[in-house]
């Protein structure tokens, strides 16, 4: 079962990016204060900005320029139950 966008909120807008898995990573919280994680594949960033640099400082750009579509992506990703880390590929 989906839940609804008001189950799932983003208070914090910190965001980092992980060179490791290649994706910028940020957080939301449940009805129940779970913290649930988010990545945001560089390849998802790419489509977002087909003119964008491939460096960190471009892609946290680019997140911060789709912030509300990236959010509403996850909103509708997230799935009530134990799972708390989600990719948006």
Known sequence: MRTSDATLNFPNPS????????????????????????????????KLNSDMDSGEPALLAAFDRNRDQILALARDLYKSGPQVRYTIS
Do not use: P, Q
């Open 15 to 46: 965001r980092t990016y992980d060179a490791s898995r290649h994706c910028v990573c940020f957080w939301g919280y449940d009805n129940s204060s779970r913290e649930i994680t988010f990545l945001v594949e560089d390849a998802m960033l790419a």
